[in-house]
Nanobody, 116 residues
Framework: QVQLEESGGGLVQAGGSLRLSCAVSGRTFSIYNIHWYRQAPGKEREFVASIAWTGGSTTYADSVKGRFTISTNSAKTTVILQMNSLKPDDTAIYYC?????????WGQGTQVTVSS
């Protein structure tokens, strides 16, 4: 199994920044990639960004390109989502998701609220 724990959410004004962390533990050797998703009230969960566990290639949703950056620490125990130039539309619960052979795991999420 893989365990994921998000942190770093909070309340920020529009134009501000937040840094989300996803602590990764367990059978990390089985991970293909880590994704960040978000879910706003009344909306479906949507993809935000992903990083390949081997090689580190990244992918972003069009809505966050140029504003958000996904990365890992050198020990690959944490996946970071650096969020800059935040907008009220970025308000959501942010989740990390690990894709492994034969399945996937989700964290519990962290709330991000951007005030106008």
């Amino acid at each position: 199994q893989v365990q994921l724990e998000e942190s770093g959410g909070g309340l920020v004004q529009a134009g501000g920044s937040l840094r989300l962390s996803c602590a990764v533990s367990g059978r990390t050797f089985s991970i293909y990639n880590i994704h960040w998703y978000r879910q706003a009230p009344g909306k479906e969960r949507e993809f935000v960004a992903s990083i390949a566990w081997t090689g580190g290639s990244t992918t972003y949703a069009d809505s966050v390109k140029g504003r958000f950056t996904i990365s890992t620490n050198s020990a690959k125990t944490t996946v970071i989502l650096q969020m800059n130039s935040l907008k009220p539309d970025d308000t959501a619960i942010y989740y990390c998701r690990a894709i492994v052979y034969g399945g996937n795991y989700w964290g519990q999420g962290t709330q991000v609220t951007v005030s106008s």
